[in-house]
């Protein structure tokens, strides 16, 4: 198929579905829709995630190998990346990829040692006698996903493992696809991994949640993956921490009539060509805007040597909004919650305090995604779906935990010990009560 046939025609002005839109939106216009989104089960894919849970839980290391025949294609017996192994694959990497990979580590330790800055224990004396306050604690042992995915994108293994280093982490496991290339095991080493396997898919997930003969089990899993990363994560999660549930890539542009038409269409396939799932759009108050941007990505994808994942991507989920006002632009943007929302407007700065939804923030037309994705030090594992409305993405303070204490002297209990023991009274729970009173007669 040629790739002016794979791009589908975008109509020039199409209605908001009722159905994916609230009524605030109604008189917001697409000038290229979305392809209507496709019903699809998760069953098939929860029921083999389920079963690759309970036999790596099972079974251990033989299930894992198993599974790496299976999926993976690969039948050898070792799982852990022996010391040798991952000085070999520092010395095969390209110099000017390993300086490179060195600048983004140092990038985003400096970055997450920052943010650690701002985590503070706390102790205060909120009534007299009445002692409270919290530590920041490590989490112990990290379990890191690196993925091997469509590119061996190098920094994967820097965001996840490097603020887990940052926060203190005491040991930090990695698993990568059998057939990931090399770099991302000298990645994995570079970043600070103190052991890493050969396991890629549910099975890697399951062995870190559960622990196998050459896993050891981990009490946090971070990282992303494709669905049955996403859905091993879903099912373990209880048995230990995870970071996030994260689907296909997001980015939205937020403009004025002050954006530049070329730019931001460069900036929408360097994302599309991540995935044919990606999700790509503009959302802006300028029709002629609207329309430069509809040309110019459709004039870029004829020469993107990327065009086979990006054409679909814009095809089936790229969408160019035209918004009446700033208002709606802007609740628009918060509505959509996009991963990395870019913002190029006249006033980016003011423009970017009114926004509230988002995974990670890019003002201004010279912050680019690409940036972040690679080596300026924020992080790139990031709310999708939405997810933004209620967390961000991937951080240093991902890594600790902040635990609560107290202590009280006699001042304290005769402050506290009287609602307390009526409080207790009152809900029938006496075994509270004289909890509470046995203190405040002594």
Not at 137 to 166: C, D, Q
Not at 246 to 263: C, K, M, N, R, Y
Request: hydrophobic residues 40%; charged residues 20%; glycine residues 8%.
């Amino acid at each position: 198929m040629g790739l002016r046939r794979a791009i589908a025609p975008a109509p020039s002005r199409t209605s908001i579905p009722n159905t994916t839109m609230t009524s605030r939106f109604s008189h917001l216009e697409y000038i290229k829709a979305p392809a209507p989104a496709q019903t699809q089960t998760q069953t098939d894919i929860e029921t083999v995630v389920r079963s690759v849970v309970a036999a790596v839980r099972e079974r251990g290391d033989a299930a894992v190998r198993d599974y790496a025949r299976a999926f993976d294609r690969y039948d050898g017996q070792v799982l852990e990346i022996s010391r040798s192994e991952r000085a070999a694959a520092l010395a095969g990497l390209d110099p000017q990829t390993r300086a490179d990979t060195e600048f983004a580590i140092e990038r985003v330790r400096q970055f997450a040692q920052a943010q650690l800055a701002t985590l503070l224990p706390l102790e205060v004396e909120s009534l007299p006698g009445v002692h409270l306050g919290h530590r920041i604690i490590p989490i112990e042992r990290i379990g890191a996903y690196v993925p091997g995915g469509r590119y061996p994108i190098l920094s994967a293994p820097v965001m996840t493992l490097v603020p887990a280093k940052v926060a203190g982490c005491d040991e930090i496991i990695a698993c990568l696809p059998p057939n990931a290339h090399p770099a991302m095991i000298a990645g994995c080493d570079l970043a600070g991994a103190d052991r890493i396997f050969r396991i890629g898919g549910a099975q890697a997930i399951a062995a870190m949640a559960w622990g196998t003969e050459s896993v050891p089990a981990v009490d946090k899993i971070v990282g992303p993956g494709n669905a049955y990363v996403n859905e091993a994560k879903r099912q373990v999660f209880g048995q230990v921490g995870i970071d996030q549930l994260a689907g296909p890539s997001e980015i939205f542009v937020v403009a004025d009539d002050s954006g530049d038409a070329a730019l931001i269409a460069t900036d929408l396939l360097a994302q599309a060509e991540h995935d044919v799932h990606t999700r790509v759009g503009l959302i802006t108050t300028s029709r002629a805007l609207a329309q430069a941007t509809l040309h110019e990505v459709e004039r870029q994808l004829q020469t993107l040597p990327t065009a086979g994942v990006a054409a679909p991507a814009w095809r089936d989920h790229g969408e160019i909004a035209l918004c009446p006002d700033e208002a709606t632009l802007l609740a628009y943007a918060d509505h959509v919650a996009a991963e990395h929302l870019q913002v190029h407007t006249r006033d980016p700065h003011a423009t970017a305090q009114r926004l509230r939804n988002y995974g990670s923030l890019f003002i201004g037309p010279q912050a680019s995604v690409v940036y972040s994705d690679k080596c300026c030090g924020t992080n790139h594992t990031l709310p999708t779906m939405r997810a933004g409305r209620y967390t961000g993405g991937l951080w240093v303070g991902s890594y600790v935990k902040v635990c609560t204490h107290q202590w009280l002297d006699a001042a304290g209990v005769a402050a506290v010990a009287p609602p307390a023991i009526r409080q207790s009274a009152t809900e029938g729970m006496e075994g509270h009560r004289r909890a509470a009173a046995l203190r405040l007669r002594n």
